[in-house]
């Protein structure tokens, strides 16, 4: 197993978190805009039923921000005149008046800073996270040699391995094994269940596969205090 997480995972999930962030930062942004227009718009008619609509003056902008009940929005909302449609008819519209900044005050931000600083601790994690001791032999081993479950086969730098039925057998009880390692006993009892001393077969038959295993894939297999072995890659545990 990898005891250090993949850096295009790493990647990938922080630039999710940022993303997310950032779209809900908009999404704020735009609801908040909504409710502001709504609320001009909202005065804005109540305006028209007390003051003349052809005609802008000072107490027309005090009656028409004294209707605005959206905090923030009345210093700045102001009214125009446009000229609308082919009879270029003058109409009276609202504006809210906020700048960016204004609108970003206004929006609720909780969510989006939420999401940045757990982006920010997540890529602070990846850069520092340390890898598990005793695993780095193991990444080398299964970018250089790896088994296929599905197919049964073992693959060196891209290319199968052809083993003997015995052969392939042993691999795969040493590939499944904690640690890769086996006893004598394990390996005679799996191969050889009815025959009652086969340690002299296990020894031909790890004696024929090194010289394969050297030769496809740099990896060989070690006897461990006379009683166990264990698959290795370059002198390094696997």
């Known amino acids: 197993m990898n005891g ?72 700045t909302a102001y009214l125009t005149l446009d000229m609308r449609g082919e009879e270029r008819q003058l109409k009276l519209t609202a504006r809210t008046g906020l700048t960016f900044a204004g609108l970003w005050a206004l929006s609720d931000q909780r969510a989006s800073g939420a999401l940045s600083v757990v982006a920010v601790l997540w890529l602070l994690l990846s850069l ?14 299964s970018e250089i040699f790896r088994f296929d479950r599905p197919q049964q086969c ?29 006893s004598q006993q394990e390996i005679c009892d799996r191969l050889w269940p009815k025959k ?23 990896m060989t297999i070690v006897c461990r205090r006379g009683d166990s072995y264990q698959l290795i890659l370059n002198g390094e545990e696997v």
């Open 4 to 75: 250090r997480m993949k850096p295009q995972l790493a990647i990938l999930v922080f630039l999710l978190l940022v993303s997310s962030a950032v779209l809900t930062g908009i999404d704020s942004l735009c609801r908040t805009e909504r409710r502001a227009q709504q609320a001009v718009d909202q005065a804005l008619a109540r305006t028209i039923e007390l003051c003349e609509p052809d005609r802008i003056d000072t107490d027309t902008i005090q009656v028409y921000r004294s209707f605005i009940t959206m905090n923030g929005v009345r210093d």
């Open 154 to 182: 073992f693959y060196a730098g891209g290319r199968a391995v052809h083993f003997t039925p015995m052969q392939q057998t042993l691999m795969e009880l040493f590939w499944q094994a904690p640690g890769h390692r086996l």
């Open 128 to 141: 520092f996270f340390k890898p598990v001791p005793g695993t780095r032999a193991e990444e080398q081993n």
């Open 196 to 218: 009652p001393d086969a340690s002299a077969t296990l020894y031909t038959l790890i004696r024929r596969l090194k010289p394969v295993l050297r030769a496809e894939t740099g």
